[in-house]
């Protein structure tokens, strides 16, 4: 087996030819509005959804066409959501993943038309003929539009803004960060598993368990470099967070506490992958990572 991050690499790659793809050609009107897209999308992120729409797909037969389209889905949903959620009205951020946000560089008007446009794209994507049978990709849809929505990420963004300034316990967090950022991450890892047709139900509810812990942990090592990093470092600015009075978890339990409730998901998450054979390697690979990385 090649190392991690070598398959890391070339899964990032891969993600990125998808993506330069099925994105419009900048030269094609409306001009401005498809340079914004592909200037959100392109050349940044560690493209953790697409990597563990991969990675679950080496768990069965997958259909490549179906996974492709997956991996570009979710993360075309993801971009849409951080479009957004940098603008003055949300966030109100000036830096990602190490450049001028989208309505910085450009404007408000066409960062909200971005998100928009970003959003519908992935839907278009993920309903074209891919090879799977029309009910399995039916699926596919449901998963994704029901993580993206009220009772999925845009709800858990809804609950931050609304819990800016105030104290909140555990499972209050919790609540809105398995909505905010572990609804996609929970999508990702289904929609790889949906791209092979001989995956059962059975398999993927033990693969949606090991997605909750790892979209959790992923938030909590979040915090925590919210407050470790620097700017340069983060790609995005450093202590937003806090300088916000946002809820994290390092406010609720302290820093040594947050990395180490990080740590105890990751193990879980692993071992909810113990049914599996080696073929999960690269969802137990992408576990660690969640708390190794420094970005």
Known sequence: ????????????????????????????????????????VLGGGKRLRPLLV????????????????????VELVHVYSLVHDDMPAMDNDSLRRGKPTCHVQYDEATALLVGDALQTLAFDVLSRPNGLPAQRQLQ???????????FGMAGGQAIDLQSVGQCIGQTELETMHRLKTGALIRAAVALGALSCPDLGDAALVRLDDYAAKLGLAFQVIDDVLDCEADTATLGKTAGKDQEADKPTYVKLMGLNAAR???????????????????????LRQLAAFVTERRN
């Open 54 to 73: 991969l990675a679950a797909a080496e768990l069965g037969q997958s259909e490549a066409a179906a996974a492709e389209a997956a991996l570009a889905a």
């Open 140 to 150: 596919m849809v449901h998963t994704l539009s029901r993580a993206s929505g009220s």
């Open 1 to 40: 087996m090649n190392k991690p991050d070598n398959w890391q690499q070339r899964a990032r790659a891969q993600a990125e030819l998808v993506l330069e793809r099925v994105l419009p050609a900048e030269n094609s009107l409306p001009q401005r509005l498809h340079q914004a897209m592909r200037y959100a």
């Open 260 to 282: 180490d409730y990080a740590e105890r998901l990751v193990a879980e998450a692993q071992q909810a992958l113990s049914g599996f054979d080696t073929r999960a390697d690269r």
